[in-house]
């Protein structure tokens, strides 16, 4: 099947942007511009994203750096991979450059959070949402991650199913308002569980390496059953305060730890009494 031909300029050079457009090199979307008010930050992620091993092919245009925001106005899609609280400035900004008045890209944000409403300014619009993790300094195969979509025209929707399809992606259309639910449980299977293995870490170094296969057991153990409830273990559950007492009393001079661990204890424990 001939490919489709379009061109996508970044705004934005931080975890999102670098990741995605680099998944986008190595599927071979054409990237025109990263835009930045940094333009070191931004000429670095252009310059990595030439090297020959990030590139789908020694044909590809390359990328350039640029702090003209109406050279993206050339391209078909314009992403604004930035912080939600910059979304509403950033597309402000572009619709007083008059580069964009003559000519209409898509213009696609990335939040989970933020509505397609954010964007009611453009004729076409759009939101690309990856539910994961991303980081600079770790890869990740993007046709393991689920994008959630939502568009306002018929040329942007194509955009993004096609998006979607390079990079051997699931992908759901949903509305802004499940895909905020999304985001807030992303919050509590991600963030949360990040900052309660910090906490581990605290407690068990320098054995907390040996947590790494419990953790990854309990996480698929969770989402193998109806409900994570069915499979809770744990003393808390189990109603065995005397080794409840015995955790408290180690965590007794660590303030932070043993809060967290009094209140989910005490959560847990009521979820005992209901079955």
Not at 6 to 31: C, E, H, P, Q
Not at 49 to 78: F, H, R
Not at 81 to 86: F, H, I, K, L
Not at 167 to 195: C, D, G, M, P, Q
């Amino acid at each position: 099947m001939k490919r489709a031909k379009y061109k996508i300029s970044v705004i934005g050079y931080g975890n999102l942007a670098y990741r995605l457009t680099m998944a986008f090199r190595l599927a071979d979307i054409t990237i025109d511009y990263i835009y930045g008010r940094d333009i070191d930050e931004a000429s670095k992620l252009a310059y990595i994203l030439n090297k020959p091993e990030n590139s789908y092919s020694k044909k590809q245009q390359l990328v350039k750096a640029t702090l003209n925001l109406g050279m993206l106005a050339k391209s078909d899609i314009v992403i604004l991979a930035v912080t939600d609280r910059s979304i509403s400035d950033v597309a402000g900004l572009i619709i007083k450059t008059p580069e964009f008045k003559k000519s209409k890209p898509s213009i696609i944000h990335c939040s989970g959070a933020c509505p397609l409403s954010l964007l009611d300014g453009f004729q076409e619009s759009g939101v690309l949402y990856p539910l994961m993790t991303l980081s600079k300094t770790k890869p990740v195969d993007f046709s393991l991650i689920p994008f959630f979509i939502e568009f306002s025209g018929d040329k942007t929707e194509i955009f993004l199913k096609d998006i979607c399809y390079r990079l051997k992606s699931e992908y759901r259309v949903t509305e802004s308002e499940e895909r905020l639910k999304l985001h807030t449980a992303a919050v509590y299977v991600s963030n949360f569980i990040n900052y309660l293995t910090g906490l581990a870490f605290d407690i068990s170094k320098p054995n907390q390496m040996f947590l790494m296969p419990l953790a990854i057991e309990s996480i698929r153990k969770a989402f193998l059953y109806e409900h994570p409830s069915l499979v809770q273990t744990g003393p808390a559950i189990r109603g065995d305060m005397d080794t409840v007492e015995k955790h408290r009393e180690l965590l007794k001079d660590k303030l932070e730890h043993k809060a967290v661990y009094e209140m989910l204890s005490g959560f847990i424990s009521q979820k005992r009494k209901l079955f």
